[in-house]
């Protein structure tokens, strides 16, 4: 019967009537039981002798009337018949019969075992090839061994068998295998044996020792890892030691500006080699976190060097934006239902992640505003409009962006006080000799730069600090451009204020911090009124919430909030410190690079800096080398990077500022400097 032509019948089975000699339910459960948890080829279990039926089912079955029983034809099965016939027919081999014997002389009824084997009758065998059953005789796996394993290509190094290696004959004498634990071991040395290279033989002890001390040395006396092909004690040193690093400058060694006992010299120095990047740190497991990089521009691979003026986002930030709006959305606080309660954790969740990671002593220290610009500005309009009268003094640099200019002579301009600017070197840094001598009794208040964004200056923040408060000013630090490049730690910074914007370090644009001490900001008055911000209002009186809550009026950015808390924890899981050490050998390998460039000049090469590579190239506008950068996919900053007056200080109205982020790459670099190469050249158009 063919199977193909099996159908099977539309007609229910027959009804058939149940003997009552039958096992119930609990015997025929107990029985099953006991077959399937049998081990394979366990026939004391599995039936194959009767004690395998547990007693107390036996004589129940023993009256069991079989023709009550239904059948196979019962459900329009084939039956014993139509199998065997089946089988007959399709199961036959190709080329020799196979011999009578093998279908009725060999009755297995027991399992088969080691022993067993010796009494193997061999006759059964006899008249039996691989050929009959489209197999390789033995000749013709010599020769598919000989072929196939190339000289040397042995996985234990001891090279291959060559064409006059001898396939033992034993391999068919199945009275050799007098052991099942070490099969063809005779044979296999045989095969392999001219070939072997003489290694120690190990004994080894019957017992474990109890403990270290109890181990015998002699064991493995004269033993080595080369023995055995596997490197030495001096490669592994060797493969694991810390890369070397840059070379410093003897006469000058200012303290590196993310760790207290690492020191670098002037940016002369010779640039690091590809393998100089810390171990640990994975770029291109980095990179397989942010989407965005596997976008293509003008048919080339997108290289994102515009990360002064904002960073990308990783896909676990946009996810958590979008599962906000998709689980959690709600105004927060003054609600009673669910999704109010989980916006509302959410977004005080972001805050506390925000005062962890910049070591608040508390999270009623941060205070949620649009980016650094709205947060400076609140300081300014509230603590500046309450203590800064005619005469007080405002102390900025030369390095500020426009947002932490701006606010500050608006103030002075509103109130008579006077705007002071510390000047900066020819590399970019500032004059702390200068700066000190405009801190008087009349300085209120300094606000000044962690880091430049147009020249990437690192400001020594700590000793300006310092140095203000000895004079009883007040310090707000512009931590926008440091944010995502050096460790942020308020309390040994012992700053008033400390701002960044999320989209600096990889979070959501329109969402900043402003940290205040705690009792600075209870001083402070509301800079905005209306709801939230409150705790009382009557025609005749108004009693505001505490801090942060009395600066957050209105509906803030509650999404975004908590698509920075992501943003942070992301950067944490990576390690600031990591970030840091990557980035800036990645920004000296690139600014060894650029200087080898004839007629290109770079703006701010301070000792102490961070990923930001402003640089100008004779000849050439600076508009046009940002248009020809991004025709082969590089985004650049072309302009004056809203801080006019530190390019002004070098004579410049703009510049070109590719900055670097801890996603970007060697390779990346090369592209960018090989294609200001063909600019200069005039390769582009």
Known sequence: MNTSNFEPSSTAPQSFTQDTSLPDIEQLTKLANELFTALP???SRLGLVASAVPSEVISPLAGVNKSSAPGVQDFSLPGDAELKSFFSQQRQPSLNQVPHSLDTGVVLNSP?????LSSFDKSVLEGILPNNFGLPDEAQLQQMLV???????????????????EVPASLTDIDKVNSLQKPFEAELQKLFGNERVNQPH????????????????????????????LPGEAEIKKLFATPGSVPLNPESKPTYYFLDELKTGEFNSEAPSLSSAHPAFDVQAIRRDFPILKERVNGHPLVWFDNAATTQKPQSVID?????????????????????????????????????FLNASSSSEVVFARGTTEAINLVAQSWGHQHIKKGDEIVITWLEHHANIVPWKQLCDLTGAVLRVAPVDDQGQVLLGEYQKLLTSKTKLVSFTQVSNALGTVTPAKEMIDMAHRVGARVLLDGAQSVSHLRADVQALDCDWFVFSGHKIFGPTGIGVLYGKADLLESMPPWQGGGNMIEDVTFEKIVYQPAPARFEAGTGNIADAVGLGAALEYVSKVGIDN????????LLYAMDALRRISGLHLIGTAAEKTSVLSFVLDGHSN??????????????????????????????????RPSLAFYNTHQEVDLLVSTVRRIKSGQFV
């Open 41 to 43: 080829c366990d026939g």
């Open 623 to 656: 508009q046009d080398i940002g248009v020809a950068l991004n025709r082969v996919g590089i985004a650049v900053r072309t302009g004056h990077h809203c801080a006019q007056p530190i390019l002004r200080r070098f004579g410049l109205e703009s510049t070109v």
């Open 320 to 356: 958590r934006v979008s599962y906000f709006y998709e689980h959690e959305n709600s105004n927060i606080h003054r609600a009673a239902h669910e999704l109010a309660a989980r916006s509302t954790d959410a977004y005080e969740k972001a805050r506390d992640i925000v005062a962890r």
């Open 579 to 586: 970030i840091a050490r990557y980035e800036h050998e990645l």
């Open 112 to 116: 088969t075992t080691a022993s067993s």
């Open 202 to 229: 190990l004994t080894f002890p019957t017992s474990l020792p109890n403990s270290l001390s109890d181990f015998d040395p002699a064991l493995i006396a004269g033993l080595s890892p080369e023995t055995y092909g």
């Open 147 to 165: 072929s196939r394993v190339p000289l040397g290509s042995h996985p234990s190094g001891i090279g291959a068998v060559d064409a006059t290696s």
